[in-house]
């Protein structure tokens, strides 16, 4: 092996933001879900100054990330963890409206202890949130980090800049995609398999709007695939399992998969 092997291999660190490792970025986020919900925490808090000490904290730590991950100053660094710690009340209050979304609309879910405790989509929801608000305040890569962590712990996949309204529901979840541009609006309810992704994955298409848009109160059954970005998806609509959509459809419409399926009887070819 030549030297340009190793050169190759060697990266001057300063050409290069010195991003914490990904652990320290989601152990970050979990802590800051343990804070929300306790629930999910190793224990109880014992009062309110021990809540605050902690997420001050948090919001030192996230200074520490995104100064490290952002090529801005400290100035700038300290007033973005500020905007999000500032927005974290609205954060929890979303966050409460998916929790009674999964209880209200589960019946096998027992108690909303049991969706924070227990549910991979309330996981999933959690992380995504957390990222799309730190995406909002343009703070790079970290946002991915986050999402991409979910989504290897529950095999669901949504992206930090997918616009998701509240009341949001995801039962079961595993092979859930929610592409980049895709906008689903509030009272959504995904079940497992569920793709909303785009119709072609050209590079010349970044930035544009590829993905689809679904409305209020719709209910997208498990392995139905939504494509394309001009794809609307009408309020109150159900959209039945293994359905392919690459058009748009009215409001409170029903779309299904009619499959052949014959059931005979074994004992008649004895």
């Avoid at 909303?112 to 990222?131: D, L």
């Avoid at 590079?203 to 109160?217: F, M, Y």
């Amino acid at each position: 092996m030549d030297n340009h092997f190793f050169e190759q291999i060697f990266k001057n660190p300063l050409e290069q933001p010195n991003i914490p490792p990904n652990k320290v970025i989601f152990r970050w986020a979990e802590k800051l879900i343990q804070v929300l919900f306790p629930e999910n925490g190793p224990k109880a808090f014992s009062g309110i100054e021990e809540v605050k000490e902690t997420v001050l904290a948090l919001e030192a730590e996230l200074y520490d990330i995104i100064s490290a991950s952002c090529k801005l100053n400290n100035s700038e660094c300290k007033n973005a963890a500020g905007q999000f710690f500032a927005a974290l009340p609205e954060l929890y209050r979303v966050l409460n409206t998916d929790i009674v979304a999964i209880y209200e609309g589960d019946p096998a879910a027992q108690s909303r202890f049991e969706v924070i405790r227990t549910y991979p989509g309330f996981y999933a929801i959690c992380f995504y949130r957390i990222a799309h608000l730190l995406y909002n305040f343009n703070i790079p890569l970290v946002p991915r980090i986050l999402t991409e962590y979910a989504h290897s712990k529950t095999g669901i996949d949504i992206h930090p800049a997918a616009k998701i309204g509240e009341y949001f529901y995801i039962d079961h979840g595993t092979g859930i995609v929610i592409g980049e541009t895709s906008t689903i609006g509030q009272y959504v309810k995904l079940y497992q398999g569920v793709t909303l992704g785009a119709l072609s994955v050209k590079k010349t298409l970044a930035g544009s709007k590829r993905h689809p848009t679904v409305e209020d109160r719709v209910v997208i059954y498990s392995g139905a695939t939504i494509l394309g970005g001009e794809t609307i998806i009408g309020h109150d609509s159900i959209i039945g399992g293994n359905v392919w959509l690459t058009e748009s459809i009215e409001p409170f419409s029903t779309a299904y998969h009619s499959p052949i399926i014959t059931i005979r009887n074994h004992k008649e070819t004895i």
